[in-house]
C-alpha cells in the first residue's frame, strides 16, 4: 500500500468528547464517507480511506469498494473498473489507484466490512450480512457558497464586518489542513483588540485572528480558542469547504 497525499484510515469520529479536550475528528467530509458506507450496506461511520490522490492500494483478499467524495483519476490493474459512487467488487491480487483529484479535496475509499488496522497492516472487518446498493449515487455539485450562522462574538467586530464577511469571496489559502480551512481576502476589522479569553469551539467555527484573515474549524480543530469567532457554519454546507482545495474562492451566505 502506498498512502499517497494525507491518506489514512478514518471512521465518523468521536463526538461528544469536547468537554474532555478532544474533537470530533475522523472523517473530514463525513457525508462522503457515509455515502460510501451506505452504498456497501455498512454503518455508516465505519472506517474507510481519506486520500488527497496518490493512493494505491492491492487487495489480498476479494473486496467491495465504492468510491465517494471527490471525483478522481481511478486505475484498477487485474480488476475490473470502478467508477465514483458505485459498488464495486476487486478480486484477491488487484491493484487500485487513486490519481489526482478532480475538483475537490479529498476522496474516499469504503469498503465493505469497513476497516480496522493492526500490527498486520489494514484489513477489511467481517460482511455486515446487509444488501449493497444496486443504484449509482448521484455526485454532489457544489457553488463554492458556504451557509453560515452570526456567531457568538460578532460585536468584537467593527460594524459592517458581518455584511463584508457575507459580501466578498475568500480564497482558500495553501496552509489549510484537517484542523482548519485559511482563507485570503479582506481583512475583517476588530473593535476590540485585546486577547479574548479561551472559550469552546464547535466544528465549522470562523475564527478572526488578529490578521483578520478567517480560519474555518473542520474535524481536527482545538476544543477551545481565544479568537472571536465572527459566524459558524451550518452543518449542511460542512462538506463545500471539506471539500474546497487551495485557491477555491468561497462565498459565505446567511442562514435566513
Known amino acids: 500500500m502506498s498512502w499517497g497525499v494525507a491518506g489514512a484510515v478514518r471512521d465518523g469520529g468521536r463526538p461528544g468528547l469536547a468537554h474532555l479536550g478532544r474533537s470530533r475528528g475522523g472523517a473530514v467530509d463525513l457525508d462522503a464517507l457515509r455515502l460510501g458506507n451506505r452504498l456497501l450496506g455498512n454503518d455508516p461511520d465505519a472506517a474507510g480511506i481519506e486520500t488527497s490522490g496518490g493512493l494505491t492500494v492491492r487487495t489480498s483478499v476479494p473486496v467491495m469498494v465504492a468510491i465517494t467524495g471527490s471525483p478522481a483519476d481511478l486505475t484498477v490493474v487485474d480488476g475490473p473498473p470502478v467508477g465514483w459512487g458505485a459498488p464495486a467488487v476487486l478480486p484477491a491480487g488487484a491493484m487500485l489507484r487513486v490519481g489526482r483529484l478532480l475538483g475537490g479535496a479529498r476522496t474516499y475509499v469504503a469498503v465493505r466490512g469497513g476497516l480496522s488496522v493492526d500490527d498486520l497492516g489494514v484489513r477489511a472487518g467481517p460482511d455486515p ?8 449515487a448521484a ?13 457568538p462574538r460578532l460585536d468584537w467586530f467593527v460594524p459592517g464586518a ?35 479569553p479561551s472559550e469552546g469551539l464547535v466544528e465549522g467555527s470562523i475564527q478572526v485572528p488578529p490578521d483578520g484573515q478567517p480560519i474555518v474549524m473542520l474535524a ?11 459566524a459558524v457554519v451550518d452543518p449542511a454546507s460542512s462538506w463545500v469547504l471539506a471539500q474546497a482545495p487551495p485557491g477555491t474562492r468561497l462565498r459565505f451566505r446567511p442562514v435566513r
Open 220 to 230: 481536527d480543530h482545538p476544543v477551545t480558542g481565544g479568537y472571536p469567532v465572527i
Open 139 to 151: 455526485p454532489r455539485v457544489s457553488d463554492h457558497v458556504v451557509r453560515v450562522w452570526r456567531g
Open 129 to 136: 450480512g446487509t444488501p449493497a446498493s444496486h443504484e449509482v
Open 162 to 196: 458581518w455584511e463584508q464577511l457575507t459580501a466578498v469571496s475568500w480564497e482558500v489559502r495553501a496552509d489549510s489542513d484537517r484542523v482548519g480551512v485559511r482563507l485570503a481576502g479582506p481583512r475583517l476589522e476588530r473593535a476590540i483588540s485585546r486577547e479574548l
